[in-house]
């Protein structure tokens, strides 16, 4: 399938692509994820307006629970294509959730090639593409073991990196946990990085080391400031934040 086309008649590059939020996108997003997020955990959002509103994104982040991509796409305020295991989707009400926010199953045993492929294809249609630097949760939240996937994926695409830190998700929900724990779960929105230089290794590693140092530094100055203000309003449009 083509996508939107320039006035000379060639594709629109993935950088001036915005996919337009689905009607059960916005459902879900607005009034399950919304409610979850805003009331249950006390979600907040900070630095929204550093999130590129508009063409392709690779979003990197710490994985601490299975809630963090429905959490994600909804403070964000874009839809966010996240990679997950295929057996997610056959849970009852997360499957659909994560469905419903962008998510696309990949199953177990796939290779990497087919994992990038897909990656690709969202990134070539102007998504915000979401990759878990670990590529698994992680017990103390934190990233430990950042993988090269997302750093490759940047590179192939000539697209920048956002890093993002989700605050105590892995004590709400992490591995081992079949009960949520009503604690407050915080976002905080870190500053663009631009793609490697190359896709070469060394390049690789330098963007996906630039990624896990802002991301931890992200987490350690921990939940966000009582004093803070911070809308307890769903994200609306490009100005969200701003």
């Known amino acids: ?54 063409g392709a994104l690779v979003v990197v982040a710490n994985h601490g629970s299975h809630l963090d991509p429905p959490l994600l796409g909804h403070a964000l305020g874009r839809p966010v294509a996240f990679m997950a295991k295929a057996e997610l989707f056959r849970v009852p009400l997360l499957g659909a959730i994560i469905r419903a926010c962008g998510a696309y199953p990949v199953a177990r045993g796939a290779s990497d090639r087919e994992a990038i492929r897909v990656a690709m294809a969202r990134l070539a249609e102007g998504w915000a593409t979401g990759v878990f630097l670990d590529g698994t949760r992680q017990g103390d939240g934190r990233v430990n073991d950042p993988q090269q996937g997302a750093a490759f994926l940047a590179a192939r695409a000539g697209i920048p990196l956002l890093p993002v830190a989700i605050v105590n998700s892995h004590r709400a929900l992490g591995t081992g946990r079949l009960w949520p724990r009503l604690v407050p779960i915080h976002i905080r929105i870190g500053q663009p990085i631009p793609p490697p230089a190359s896709r070469r290794r060394s390049d690789l590693e330098a963007t996906t080391l630039a990624c896990q140092a802002q991301i931890n530094g992200l987490l350690d100055q921990g939940l966000l400031p009582p004093g803070k203000v911070i809308s307890l309003l769903p994200p609306t449009g490009p100005d969200h934040g701003r």
């Open 1 to 54: 399938m083509s996508g939107p086309a320039s006035p000379d008649g060639n594709p629109l590059p993935p950088a001036l692509l915005t996919p337009r939020p689905s009607f059960t996108y916005r459902l879900v997003s607005y009034l399950l994820v919304f409610p979850i997020y805003r009331l249950l955990f006390r979600g907040r959002t900070a630095s929204n307006a550093q999130v590129p509103m508009e």
